[in-house]
């Protein structure tokens, strides 16, 4: 079994106290997840997250 990690980010706004969340286009209902990936080979965390984030949100 291979182990892959994975990141999530909290994007929170404090001028509104309001948090970021996406939702999934793939499933019908209300599915929302926070922002995040997959950890790349060598990468860190941090930069994983950064890279994710910036992939899905621009």
């Known amino acids: 079994m291979i182990t892959r990690l994975t990141v999530r980010g909290i ?3 404090p001028q509104t106290d309001s948090v970021f969340v996406q939702k999934l286009k793939k499933l019908q209902g209300n599915n929302w997840y926070l922002p995040g ?14 890279r994710e984030i910036f992939e899905e949100c621009g």
Do not use: T
């Not at 997959?38 to 997250?49: D, G, H, T």
């Open 11 to 13: 994007i929170y706004n």
């Open 37 to 50: 990936g997959k950890v790349e080979n060598k990468e860190s965390l941090i930069s994983a997250l950064k």
